[in-house]
């Protein structure tokens, strides 16, 4: 069962214990779930989309792996937050115990209306983002589309077209609408955050040392 952010049990659920660096301080959190290049963590502290921040947790050896990241997703609790962190390095030791069979990437849940038009360019149709991931998004339209296909999706308001190939479809409740997930051509990182976060990595400098750190010689709270 999963706990509600508002829980006051949500803390004490068997996700792995990390540590938060934040303007060097050190914050308590859990590792929600974990990719090869990018993490959910849940934490009290109130941190912003586009701060650049480190995770801290024991890795295999049981030393300590420090990992710089930057916040591109943000689910607001009571008490309590999610944050979706776009990693700086692919790191395959992080723990992968929350990620549900068959499910690949992590989704980060949004609301983004925008246009969908077919290869031809003859066709548009309205369709809202309801995720996205660091390389694809889901939408929900009333549109047809087939496995394979190569269609465009212009969220409303911006000035920027993906690119994007249909990889499954799904019919959603009994609405007229389906799901349709979609990947992109183009090397997008999580094309859909309120952060650039390709750009604010660059910025980001990494441990002198790499990440993995003697356990005697990390400070953790």
Sequence with gaps: MLLSLDSADWMAVAYPAISIKHNCAFVPGKLWDSGLSDALVGTSANLRVGDAIVIVTEGQAHDILAVPGVIHWKRQGTTAHKYGVALKERVPQF???CRKPGVSRIRFGCRVTGQ????CKCVCHSAVAVDY?????SLETQASFAVGETIQF???????TFNVIVRWIQKVGRTNRVGVELDFFNKHDYPLAAVNVRATLQTIKTE??????RLDSTRTP
């Design 116 to 119: 969908i038009q077919t290869e």
């Design 208 to 213: 002198p040392t790499g990440f993995t750190h």
């Design 95 to 97: 723990a992968r115990s």
């Design 133 to 137: 991931s660091r390389r694809g998004i």
């Design 154 to 160: 212009a969220p409303l308001g911006a000035a920027v």
